[in-house]
């Protein structure tokens, strides 16, 4: 299968090869290209928007820089002259300036904050008083920061982690004088592989889920020996304590939307009681969108509680004390993330917490409700097994569908959409936000996202739909809708809203061309039963008649 | 083990570092003879800096002691100990021995 291509630039004041030279080697689940201009004229590159390399639009851009490089007043500062603070950060709203000029040319834009090396003497003791050099660096990376906050797509990077995981060595005096390196080879390759860690996570999709065991795992101890009375969580207890600082860093994650799910051999009593008394247990049942504890095949019990989530095997990572059960559920479901795992339990939390597959430039509102959202499709599919009929169910569920442009609120998500569904999709066309909005510029196109909510909560922004006009022709470029709320009739109801579109236009006929995936035959399904008429792998439907709306639905645009 | 097959060791160890960050196609040779200047060097400018700032660290660890190779860089190609990994191991050797007034 061929690999999403990954169009990169790299602006810098230093000589970024060696960082060029990782980014593009490593192992990458992405077609990985990065163009380096020549380095040092960043300032000039930033506001020339006529110059060359703004000829290409990137998925990625790095603007990595030292401040001594292109910030002059902070040069004469370490040349021991006065700066008044407000010049600095005078100069800094300038280079932000730039960067925000630029801000549509990539998806994503990375600004790794600026550093200084240990060696830099400043004011010594006195440095972080107000006139020391290391308060003024710090007022300067706030500065950038909070300049560039409100642009979406721009990240400011913490830049120190590459430099800790070398040490001592970070900076490399040596490499400077010769060629204009500053930094020690392993700090280009532990940027590289951030940066392209954060890549794929935006454009190919996060981890969603963690599976974990229980026993060793969330707590010390075997539960069927000892009874919830007898674990090691909390109290005057060095391995207790870290247990509770795992639970907690684990609910941290579920709060910015990882769902968290058990796998356990164990006695499900047992469990229910430790989460139920236990009184310095983080998590409770609740917490966890499924669990599993029986006396199975682990891979069999993943297999089944990711097919009960909807989720595909590769948004789930599964963490297990035991090095058998690791390699048995490698082995089986190569999909799954499954990292190894300390034997030391007071490192289980920093090793939670070096994870990157959680790590995204996009976080929505829907992924962070998405604990709470499955409790409400519980309490859907507990109503749906009371009712007689699919449609008295949609009818009871009181379904509201709200209609919207693409507009700065829901573009995320919509980027998010386009880019992460699988299986309701009918072309799986991706594109990163600026390709969206640029194509969306002709008069010709038009594009409508779906909210969806019924009776029992909100299910979010889940639906995409774009139509292409030519003539009295209507294309149907993109029809994309989240498997959440598959099957509801929002698929009906996007159709009807199109096609009433579509007849205000004139158009004469809607144009669905289904482009085969291994994962989008859902979309096909649908279609065939639409009433659309197929030919080969296209779907009409004739506008002389609009598309009805499903019953029970109710729309509000 | 001898003080010529311990810095010849450490100077592959740096070449493997080295690799790491080279297309596979330009991968140093791991050989006595490889050439690192010169007409027949495989290596571009960029890394022989790396590759000579690499072994200076590993043969200091190798040796206990400072070696510094990075102050010869810019001499004249005759006199330039840097022509093979094999004569770069030789210069340390000499340069280590003079230092210790072997």
Known sequence: ?557 | MGTAKRIMDAIFTAVDEINQTLPPANHIPKSEDTALMGPESAIDSLGVVLLIVAIEQKVSQALGRTVVLTNNMLMSAEENPFKTLGALRDHILGSIGKNSGE
Not at chain 1, 65 to 90: C, K, Y
Not at chain 1, 441 to 451: D, E, M, T, V
């Open chain 1, 1 to 557: 299968m061929n690999k999403r291509s990954l169009h990169s630039l790299i602006l810098s004041d230093f000589n970024s090869e060696l960082f060029r030279n990782y980014f593009v080697q490593m192992p990458a689940s992405l077609s990985v290209r990065l163009s380096a201009p020549p380095f040092g004229q960043v300032m000039s590159q930033l506001i020339s928007p006529t110059h060359e390399i703004w000829d290409n639009q990137y998925d990625l851009m790095v603007i990595w820089t030292r401040p001594e490089g292109v910030i002059s007043s902070f040069n004469r500062l370490l040349d021991g002259e006065t700066v008044a603070l407000e010049t600095l950060l005078d100069e800094v709203k300038q280079f932000t300036q730039g960067i925000l000029q630029v801000k549509d040319k990539a998806g994503m834009i990375f600004v790794p904050f600026w550093l200084m090396a240990d060696d830099i003497g400043g004011l010594g003791v006195s440095d972080m008083k107000v006139t020391g050099l290391r308060y003024k660096l710090m007022r300067m990376n706030l500065h950038l920061a909070e300049n560039l906050n409100d642009a979406g797509n721009i990240f400011i990077l913490d830049s120190r982690m590459w430099l800790q995981s070398v040490g001592n060595d970070a900076f490399s005096p040596k490499l400077w004088y010769m060629s204009k390196i500053p930094f020690h080879p392993d700090v280009f390759k532990a940027a590289a592989q951030d940066i392209l860690v954060l890549a794929e996570n935006t454009l190919l999709g996060t981890k969603k889920v963690i599976i974990l065991d229980l026993d060793d795992t969330l707590w010390g101890g075997v539960i069927g020996e000892t009874g919830w009375q007898g674990i090691r969580l909390g109290g005057h207890d060095p391995i207790g304590e870290a247990f509770v600082d795992f639970q907690r860093a684990l609910k941290a994650l579920q709060r910015r939307g990882i769902l968290l799910a058990v796998v356990s051999r164990n006695q499900a009593e047992l469990v229910e009681e430790a989460f139920e008394k236990h009184p310095e247990m983080i998590l409770r049942k609740d917490d966890f969108a499924a669990l599993r504890i029986n006396w199975k095949d682990k891979a069999e019990n993943i297999m089944d509680l990711m097919k009960e989530l909807n989720l595909g095997l590769s948004s789930a990572v599964f963490i297990d004390n035991s090095a058998f059960e690791r390699a048995r559920v490698r082995e089986a479901l190569p999909e799954v993330l499954v990292p190894d795992w300390p034997e030391d339990m007071m490192l289980y939390k920093s090793f939670l917490g070096r994870l990157r597959c959680f790590d995204t430039t996009v976080i929505s509102a829907e992924d962070q409700k998405r604990t709470e959202m499955l409790a409400q499709e519980r309490e859907r599919h507990e109503l749906k097994e009371r009712l007689p009929s699919l449609e008295e169910w949609i009818r009871t569920l009181e379904i509201t569908v709200s209609v919207e442009d693409l507009d700065e609120g829901n573009q995320d998500r919509v980027v998010q959409l386009f880019n992460k569904t699988n299986q309701m999709n009918l072309t799986t066309r991706r594109l990163t936000r600026q390709e969206l909005i640029d194509w969306l510029k002709s008069g010709q196109r038009c594009l409508r996202a779906f909210r969806v909510r019924d009776k029992f909560g909100d299910y979010g922004l889940t639906g995409v739909i774009s139509l292409e006009a030519d003539g009295r022709q209507g294309k149907i470029c993109d029809f994309i809708l989240s498997c959440r709320v598959m099957g509801r009739r929002i698929e009906e109801t996007m159709l009807h809203v199109l096609s009433l579109y579509a007849q205000q236009r004139g158009l004469r006929q809607l144009h669905a061309e289904y482009l085969p995936t291994q994962r989008n035959q859902p979309c096909q399904e649908f279609f065939k039963r639409s009433g659309f008429q197929e030919k080969e792998r296209t779907f009409t439907w004739d506008l002389t008649e609009g598309y009805s709306c499903p019953q029970g639905i109710k729309i509000q645009t």
